[in-house]
């Protein structure tokens, strides 16, 4: 228990909130007088940068990743939000775009004649403020695509056809022009939807079974069974779909060829659609340069 009265101890920590640095006082406690080394007991710092900006109006950076969910949404954001030196990535490994609000500035900007110049002025940036998107594939493009990695027997290709009816094209509406190189290098004709469509239905229906070598209804020993399978009388070499590559995006056509795979007791039929790969990239490839044209954000294109 200290000898102090409450008077004196006020006294002292008035003399320690005097400054920092270390001070001698003289306190009359009681009735002797006493003497005092007063010594700061250490300083902390801490760094409260991000609660401030946080209650700033202008803050000294903006932080935050969003995720957004259509073009449309990352396109209002980054009008929204842009500044000059907000720049845009589009990132070709995973289909991805990103804007970067508080990119560095340039450290070479173009003059009058398009040549560059140091930019004095450029300052490094946080970095730390952007919006994203990846794009996801459409459901009927994945769906050809599932069809096309394996033959399929006639009850599946019937059912597809059936359920992307609406996805097949007439012939003369062929717009692409690398569908039309591929039709005049292999010198093919597309069918129309109702070719296609009569044709799925009746693509290796097996029409009468047997068993044994003269017809009978019933096995007889080692005799063998017989299916006989009625094919079409006309396959189509090709046919023409429009689906879109990315979800809400504009619906872009591929080509199908159809090709019988003859097995010992049915047929399979393979869907081949040439240029996915290329389709995919050149899709992903429009939809970063529209976001780059409408935003006026400079686009950089990144692995």
Do not use: C
């Amino acid at each position: 228990m200290t000898d102090l009265t409450p008077e004196t101890l006020e006294k002292i920590a008035e003399f320690a909130n005097r400054g920092a640095f270390a001070h001698k006082e003289l306190v009359a406690a009681n009735s002797w007088p006493r003497h005092f080394l007063v010594v700061p007991d250490g300083t902390t710092a801490q760094d409260i940068t991000a609660e401030m900006d946080a209650r700033l109006v202008f803050p000294v950076a903006r932080r935050g990743s969003l995720t957004l969910a259509s073009v449309d949404s990352l396109i209002a954001m980054a009008l929204r939000m842009r500044e000059p030196s907000s720049v845009l990535f589009a990132e070709t490994t995973t289909l991805s775009l990103r804007v970067v609000f508080d990119f560095h500035d340039a450290v070479n900007l173009p003059g009058p004649d398009g040549a560059l110049s140091p930019n004095p002025a450029a300052l490094p940036a946080h970095g730390a403020f952007t919006a994203g998107l990846a794009l996801r594939t459409a459901p009927q493009f994945d769906l050809w695509l599932k069809a096309s990695l394996q033959p399929l027997p006639q009850p599946a290709l019937a059912a597809l056809i059936e359920e992307r009816a609406l996805d097949l094209q007439l012939p003369e509406t062929v717009a692409d022009p690398a569908v039309r190189a591929i039709l005049d290098r292999l010198g093919i004709s597309l069918a129309s939807p109702a070719d296609v469509i009569a044709f799925a239905r009746r693509a290796g229906v097996i029409v009468r079974e047997t068993f044994g070598q003269t017809g009978e209804t019933e096995p007889e020993g080692e005799s063998s069974y017989l299916r006989t399978v009625e094919l079409p009388r006309a396959v189509p070499s090709a046919f023409l779909i429009a689906v879109p590559v990315f979800e809400n995006d504009a619906a872009y056509q591929f080509l199908v060829r159809v090709r019988m795979v003859r097995e010992e007791k049915s047929v399979l039929w393979s869907l081949i659609l040439p240029r996915l790969d290329e389709a995919r990239k050149d899709a992903f490839r429009v939809t970063a340069e529209r976001v780059a044209k409408e935003t006026g954000l400079p686009l950089f294109v990144t692995a």
